[in-house]
């Protein structure tokens, strides 16, 4: 299955959480060996903008592993609201 965490930022704080969140990510993706990605919405708004992080191939358990990790690294308080977690599985291929 793969993660899509999404969230908002205020301008002013991007490039605190952008570095902070590589980090995380890259820490993350070397203890599980996985592949992660991070994102920006293109929005008209740019004092408040949508991040999407991507875990490729994430186990169940992951979440919580990810959600420790965040609360370690002190992410909410550069976040605007909630961080949202979508899950995602692959296509069956068509018979």
């Known amino acids: 299955m793969d993660?899509?965490?999404?969230?908002?930022?205020?301008h002013q704080h991007s490039a605190e959480l952008q570095a902070i969140v590589?980090?995380?990510?890259?820490?993350?993706?070397?203890?599980?060996?996985?592949?992660?990605?991070?994102k920006r919405r293109v929005e008209k708004n740019v004092d408040d903008q949508t991040w999407m992080e991507i875990y490729f191939s994430v186990s169940d358990e992951f979440?919580?592993?990810l959600g420790l990790a965040?609360?370690?690294?002190?992410?909410?308080?550069?976040?605007?609201?909630?961080r949202h977690?979508?899950?995602f599985v692959d296509m069956p291929p068509c018979a």
Request: charged content about 25%.
């Open 3 to 10: 993660l899509y965490v999404y969230y908002r930022v205020q």
């Open 22 to 38: 590589m980090n995380m990510q890259e820490k993350l993706g070397n203890l599980h060996g996985m592949n992660f990605s991070l």
């Open 63 to 65: 979440t919580d592993e």
């Open 70 to 82: 965040v609360k370690n690294e002190d992410l909410m308080r550069l976040i605007d609201g909630e």
């Open 85 to 87: 977690n979508e899950i």
